[in-house]
């Protein structure tokens, strides 16, 4: 298989792992990132001085030449499928596109084919670079397969660390729009009472926990303030629904983006979102507040009604602010057109 080499030379205060030291010092222009260069490490194809070192903790020193060998991008074995596309963006290094509800985004056991990756390495063909050693688009977020809205794949090397790190740097700007039951409201006093609950000025509610997975149920998450991984959503209500509001049409963002971060927080203040198997509770609407429609609406909504509406990053290449916006799908909607009951 073809091969190249990346040399290079350790400069001053180098940092005390050869991983570390590694992602600081290759060139930008080798787009190999740490976890790329874990692996090269660990395949045995990093040379310090002439010598292979296969330990990424290993101390290097200043002066130290750098050789690192990196096998052409292989084709990936995901196969190509013609999947239309929503998209609202591209050029030559990323994608944006509004992901319909029941696309899973990665194949998967139990979803081999089908998805969003699928559809992408059929609609970018050869413009595909080697993300990861591997021809196919980078995935650097996800959302779950019943939620709609938007998304930003990276198309090459480059734009897939610029993007991941901003993701990691929790810097990009997304915003959800979602339909929960009950309004979250700063004078509701049960609501202030939910541990990790407060308000911020203007009546947003400000969720602040852990989340880790669910101890009987390893394909959920949890709330806990003891362990797992810090998790902030805030939430500002847009239009209440039903006489009297008995369901919010609410937009919540993210401090952090963590699994099923909006669902299982919304669920611990009391308002989990409507059509939400999971986490959503057994929640029911009075149908002298939101009519019958209302009612045979919330109860057969088919899926979590969220709804991923605005993102907002640098381009990793030019670094241009980009956002964008996607409206809600038209299930959602026709969920709120249904709950707006006048009475």
Request: aromatic residues 4%; charged residues 20%.
């Amino acid at each position: 298989m073809p091969q190249t080499t990346v040399e290079f030379t350790i400069q001053a205060n180098p940092l005390p792992r050869l991983d570390k030291v590694l992602a600081r010092d290759v060139p930008e222009d080798a787009t190999l990132s740490r976890s790329r260069l874990g692996k090269l490490i660990a395949d045995g194809a990093v040379q310090v001085d002439g010598v292979v070192v296969t330990d990424p903790r290993a101390r290097v020193a200043e002066g130290a030449q750098v050789a690192i060998t990196v096998e052409e991008a292989q084709e990936s074995h995901i196969v190509a499928q013609d999947i239309a596309l929503d998209i609202i963006y591209e050029d030559d290094d990323l994608i944006v596109l509004n992901k319909p509800a029941g696309m899973v985004v990665h194949p998967a056991p139990g979803t081999p084919d089908g998805t969003l990756v699928n559809a992408l390495i059929h609609h970018c063909g050869d413009d595909l670079s080697g993300v990861g050693g591997m021809k196919r688009p980078g995935i650097v977020h996800r959302i779950d397969k019943e939620t709609s809205g938007l998304l930003v794949v990276a198309k090459s090397d480059a734009a897939h660390q610029g993007l991941a790190a901003q993701f990691a740097a929790h810097t990009v700007e997304r915003r959800y729009l979602a339909v929960c039951f009950g309004m979250p409201d700063a004078n509701d006093p049960r609501l202030r009472g939910v541990k990790g609950t407060s308000f911020d000025p203007g009546n947003i509610l400000k969720v602040q926990t852990f989340l880790g997975r669910h101890k009987s149920d390893r394909q959920k998450q949890a709330v806990s303030f003891q362990t797992g991984r810090h998790a902030v959503t805030r939430v500002r209500i847009i239009e209440t629904l039903g006489t009297p509001a008995v369901a919010t049409l609410v937009e919540c963002w993210l401090e952090t983006g963590r699994t099923h971060q909006i669902r299982v927080h919304m669920a611990h203040c009391g308002h989990g979102l409507i059509g939400d198997p999971v986490y959503g509770g057994r929640q029911k609407l009075a149908e002298k507040a939101v009519g019958p429609a209302g009612v045979a609406a919330a109860r057969t909504f088919p899926r979590q009604a969220l709804h991923a509406a605005t993102l907002g990053f640098k381009h990793p290449i030019s670094g241009e602010f980009m956002e964008f916006a996607a409206e809600l799908p038209a299930d959602m909607l026709q969920l709120l057109q249904d709950l707006q009951y006048k009475g």
